[in-house]
């Protein structure tokens, strides 16, 4: 098969959660250990940080990897979803896996994988698991897919668990309540690993005590231990609790050498040394175009703070979403006074325009909708001056289509 031919199989002919949502999800572990030891533990073969929560993972992953690619590690990076390219999901120091790798290891794993109805997920953790073990990485950042007690990635023993904080999101799968959401995340941490939680919530702080101390792990509240000042190439104040947890998971990685410069380097070129994309992402000046994937209330709550801190005349928000999204917890927090360009995400999962368009009017967002998600970044452009804002999200695939 071609590159094309196997993303198509690998897409199409397998459930994928972004795409299908809860019936892709098969919430046990039993295919991803089968699968393993059908590759021959490919898991136990290298060192890893694992990082789980629902807002922040991803940048807090790729800080990680930044930070111990400047100390001069080989450095696996595992990510999900991707924006552009399935290949963004597999990186060492930066360099996606090769198009060859990803053909060569389908077709050699397609009988097994067809036996045993994997999941997108379950074949894409594997892949990634081969090929750190096979390309020797000194550690890898193994970002959790979904929720963490059950998610695929949740065979490893890593070195250090990161959790970054706990939001109200994929609750149909992971409980309605903040302490039922943690105790999936808090499925991470293992015997004598210690944790670090990169913000403190009062809420939910006595369940990580306690989980933590069942299992003997030291737990280690980053926002309460740390006073930093550390400056990020990521734009955006709310990447600071980020930092924290990040610098915090450093300090507890035994028998690695991570100087105060590597940090201050790392943090400075995580989009260099990793490729990140898609957080608060500046794609244009005079009008400035900016995207962010944040897609749930709490992260979208500090990105419209960071709007809000930005001098602009006129606000413009290209906004698709997803079906099965929370509109009551979502919609309220975006400003009454911007101009909207609603659309709908190019995927099964994406929300009807007109039903987002209807949802949004509630809550006295007004707008007009558009055909598609670059249609509606070009009618933003047309109406805007060159002291105006448009901001692009709402979802991970909206921003998908406009990067």
């Not at 509240?221 to 740390?226: K, M, V, Y």
Request: charged content about 25%.
């Amino acid at each position: 098969m071609t590159y094309k031919e196997t993303l198509d199989w690998l897409f199409v002919q397998l459930p994928i959660y972004q795409e299908q949502g809860v019936s892709a999800f098969s919430g046990k572990l039993d295919s991803i250990r089968l699968f393993a030891a059908h590759l021959d533990h490919p898991d136990k073969k290298f060192k890893s940080i694992h990082v789980g929560g629902t807002n922040g993972k991803g940048s807090s992953s790729h800080m990680l990897a930044s930070i111990l690619h400047e100390a001069g590690y080989k450095v696996g990076l595992y990510t999900s979803p991707h924006l552009k390219d399935f290949r963004e999901r597999i990186r060492i120091n930066g360099t996606p896996v090769g198009k060859n790798f990803v053909i060569d290891f389908v077709e050699r794993n397609r009988p097994f994988f067809e036996a045993n109805q994997l999941s997108f997920f379950e074949m894409t953790v594997g892949m990634a698991f081969y090929y750190f073990a096979k390309e020797k990485v000194d550690i890898a950042i193994i970002e959790v897919g979904l929720g963490g007690r059950l998610d695929s990635t949740n065979i490893i023993r890593p070195e250090v668990s990161l959790i970054t904080n706990i939001g109200f999101d994929h609750m149909e799968l992971l409980g309605d309540t903040l302490p039922k959401i943690t105790s999936e995340k808090a499925g991470i941490i293992k015997k004598d690993i210690p944790v670090v939680i990169s913000e403190y919530q009062e809420e939910v702080a006595e369940i990580y005590r306690i989980i933590a101390l069942e299992h003997h792990a030291k737990i280690v509240f980053a926002s309460e231990e740390l006073s930093l000042d550390y400056k990020t190439s990521l734009l955006g104040n709310y990447q600071t609790k980020n930092v924290k947890g990040v610098v915090a998971a450093l300090r507890e990685l035994k028998a690695f050498n991570v100087e105060e410069k590597h940090i201050e380097l790392g943090l400075q070129r995580i989009v260099e040394n990793t490729g990140l994309m898609g957080r608060w992402q500046v794609l244009q000046q005079k009008p400035t175009v900016v995207c962010d994937t944040a897609h749930n209330s709490e992260g979208l709550t500090l990105v419209m703070e960071q709007i809000q801190q930005q001098q602009f005349k006129v606000l413009h928000i290209v906004l698709g979403t997803l079906k099965g999204k929370n509109m009551e917890g979502i919609l309220p927090l975006f400003p009454k006074h911007a101009r909207y360009y609603f659309c709908c995400p190019k995927i099964p999962r994406g929300l009807d325009t007109k039903i987002l368009s209807e949802e949004a009017a509630k809550f006295g967002l007004q707008g007009e909708i558009h055909a598609s998600v670059n249609k509606a970044l070009k009618e933003a452009l047309k109406h805007a001056s060159e002291d105006d804002i448009i901001y692009v999200g709402g979802s991970t695939f909206t921003v998908a289509e406009v990067i």
